[in-house]
Every structure is written in structure tokens, then in C-alpha cells.
């Protein structure tokens, strides 16, 4: 058990309200991104094991580690568990954040293409 009255076991039996007031609490006074990412993903297999009303749970509170904090390898990892929780914007904008050098890669592989086909059809009118 930590400071903040998060186990396992409680992560697992109380109320929305108490988990959601205790990972908040948790997470405002560590800033501890990776830590708070773990619970929020326990208690998605709460939800798909017991409790729907555990859907989406804190979602601004993921959208904020995630949009507003430094990128780490806990957010790289597990990003893929909370796609439900971004819009088609925001989750390109993650995946730019999270992923630099391949969505570098990706725009210079599409400007590429993009010249390459103009070329061949400049070729093909002459």
C-alpha cells in the first residue's frame, strides 16, 4: 500500500468516485505519469471484467499526462490502451508527440511519393 490508499485490491472494490478522487490526489501530488497511466489501465480490466460504469474513466486527467506532459516510455508503451479517449486531432497530435522520428519519416516518405508521381505524369504528357 502507498500513501494514497491505492492497492490492488482497492483499485478493484471501491466506488468510481473514491478510485477517481485517489489516482487524482496521487497523481497532483507526484506527477508521477507512468505510475497514474498503470492504475488508469487496471482499471480498464475492472471494466471489461465487473463494471462498464468504469469506461473512460478520468479522461481529462489521461488527456492531460498524455497531450500536456513530457513523452516517456511508459506512454509509448501503453498509449494504445486509450485510444477511445482521443479524437481523430488529438490522437494524430500523440502519435507526432510520441513518435517523432516516424512521423518525420512518414511525411518524407509521402512528400516522395507525391513527387514522384508528379514526375511520372509530366513524363507520361511529354
Not at 498503470?38 to 489521461?62: K, M, N, P, W, Y
Request: charged residues 25%; contains cysteine.
Amino acid at each position: 500500500m502507498n500513501d494514497y490508499g491505492i492497492t490492488n485490491q482497492k483499485l478493484f472494490t471501491l466506488s468510481r468516485q473514491t478510485v477517481e478522487k485517489r489516482i487524482r490526489k496521487f497523481y497532483h501530488e507526484t506527477k508521477d505519469g507512468s505510475a497514474t497511466i498503470e492504475l488508469l489501465i487496471a482499471l480498464q480490466v475492472r471494466a471489461d471484467l465487473c463494471e462498464a460504469e468504469f469506461t473512460h474513466i478520468l479522461s481529462g486527467l489521461v488527456n492531460h499526462i498524455f497531450l500536456k506532459t513530457r513523452s516517456t516510455a511508459a506512454m509509448r508503451r501503453y498509449y494504445i490502451y486509450f485510444t477511445d479517449y482521443f479524437g481523430k486531432k488529438d490522437w494524430q497530435l500523440l502519435n507526432a508527440k510520441l513518435f517523432p522520428a516516424q512521423t518525420y519519416v512518414a511525411e518524407e516518405s509521402e512528400e516522395f511519393h507525391t513527387q514522384t508521381n508528379q514526375l511520372v505524369e509530366g513524363v507520361a504528357e511529354s
